[in-house]
């Protein structure tokens, strides 16, 4: 079956650690994207990328880092300069920008 | 830019009973409009979403929404909601007509049906 697969499912990151999030997708998407999701706060954006070697920044960019060097691939980096990484994150893919994206089931990211 | 203003951070309705979810949203140009539901540590899934021609939308699992441009407008209806219908739902906005643009989510509302 076609879809997102996101992993870990749950993290755990140390002070002064940087933690990657997987994103693979197999949808053959050409746009992928990373959001931060907090209580309340709905769906902030992170990072995106439409195309492979191509990716800018969102709403809320500091602190994280991304890499598209696949099509299928757009793993997100939750720096040490993420003061407060603490939150649900979820990647998402689809065809164009504006079109309807389909979700991975997220990763929980909590600091020890 | 587009904006997006859901009314009801939460809405608690009995089983059987119909819903509504407010979504009203703001932008210059024509839009495409969506509807997600979020259950509890699960990723979004699509629900409905509007791009052009007729204004009543049909989705899955019952749900239905109105594209009310006079009123820039969205809400999704219900006429009878099921237990297995208590999720979290996002309304999203995006520009319409072939215009780039990425989604704009709302914060949210948590629908809870009661027995």
């Known amino acids: 079956d076609g879809g997102i697969t996101q992993s870990p499912k749950y993290l755990f990151r140390k002070e002064g650690q940087n933690v990657t999030l997987s994103c693979e997708q197999n949808l053959n998407h050409d746009a992928m994207y990373w959001y931060r999701q907090d209580p309340g706060q709905g769906l902030r954006l992170i990072y995106y990328?439409?195309?492979?070697?191509?990716?800018q920044k969102g709403d809320i960019a500091e602190g994280y880092s991304v890499s598209r060097e696949k099509k299928e691939s757009f793993p997100l980096t939750v720096t040490s300069a993420q003061k407060n990484p603490t939150a649900f994150y979820l990647c998402a893919s689809g065809h164009r920008s504006n079109q309807p994206q389909h979700f991975g089931d997220g990763t929980r990211l909590s600091i020890l | 830019a587009q904006s997006v203003t859901q009314l009801d951070s939460q809405v608690p309705v009995f089983e059987e009973a119909p819903v509504e979810l407010r979504c009203n949203y703001s932008s210059s140009v024509s839009v495409y409009l969506f509807w997600y539901v979020q259950y509890p540590n699960q990723g979004l899934q699509l629900l409905l979403k509007?791009?052009?021609?007729?204004?009543l939308v049909k989705g899955i699992n019952g749900f239905e929404a109105e594209f009310n441009k006079s009123q820039t407008s969205f809400h999704l209806r219900k006429p009878s909601v099921h237990i297995s219908d208590t999720a979290e739902y996002f309304c999203?906005?995006?520009?319409?007509?072939?215009?780039?643009?990425?989604?704009?989510f709302g914060k949210g509302t948590k629908l809870s049906v009661k027995p």
């Open positions: 509007y791009l052009s021609g007729s204004t």
């Open positions: 990328s439409q195309i492979v070697n191509d990716f």
């Open positions: 999203a906005v995006t520009a319409g007509g072939g215009s780039q643009g990425n989604l704009i």
